[in-house]
């Protein structure tokens, strides 16, 4: 898969991972989600990895959201986090646990992700979290 495909899979599972922690979307509503992409839905192999790309964090999201928690500081918790931030942490969480994908990589597209769709400074936070994992 090339590194353009991994790096839109990655931004539309955080997609994903922020409309369940909005709105609990079920399985139906993630392949709809994801079949409004035409690029995506025209290659199955990436349409079928970026599917159980998000199945797999939205089915042990709990885990990821405790995982997550532990390397808060003191005093805070998930609910002071924004669900975008939240939503970036939990995908570059499972793919921390759960794949071979380099840290360096995982946590600089978190950065760039969070650049992109957070608050100024929330990268600085999500690079100090996820650099705390694993």
């Known amino acids: 898969m090339k590194k353009y495909?991994?790096?839109?899979?990655?931004?539309?599972?955080?997609?994903?991972?922020?409309?369940?922690?909005?709105?609990d979307t079920n399985e139906d509503e993630i392949r709809?989600?994801?079949?409004?992409?035409?690029d995506?839905?025209?290659?199955?192999?990436?349409?079928?990895?970026?599917f159980m790309f998000i199945?797999?964090?939205a089915s042990n999201i709990e885990r990821y959201k405790a995982e997550v928690a532990k390397y808060l500081k003191p005093g805070w918790t998930l609910d002071r986090l924004s669900?975008?931030?939240?939503?970036?942490?939990?995908?570059?969480?499972y793919e921390l646990l759960e794949t071979e994908q380099s840290k360096?990589?995982?946590?600089?597209?978190a950065v760039?992700?969070?650049?992109?769709?957070?608050?100024?400074?929330a990268y600085k936070f999500i690079?100090?979290?996820?650099?705390?994992?694993k």
Do not use: H, P, W
């Open 112 to 121: 760039e992700l969070s650049k992109k769709y957070c608050d100024s400074d």
């Open 32 to 38: 709809e989600y994801l079949n409004s992409d035409k």
């Open 83 to 93: 669900k975008m931030e939240l939503a970036i942490l939990l995908v570059g969480c």
């Open 5 to 23: 495909r991994k790096k839109i899979i990655r931004e539309k599972a955080v997609i994903a991972t922020y409309q369940k922690l909005l709105v």
């Open 55 to 57: 199945i797999s964090i």
């Open 127 to 133: 690079n100090g979290l996820l650099n705390r994992i």
């Open 104 to 109: 360096e990589v995982i946590i600089n597209e």
């Open 40 to 50: 995506l839905s025209s290659n199955q192999d990436d349409f079928d990895y970026c």
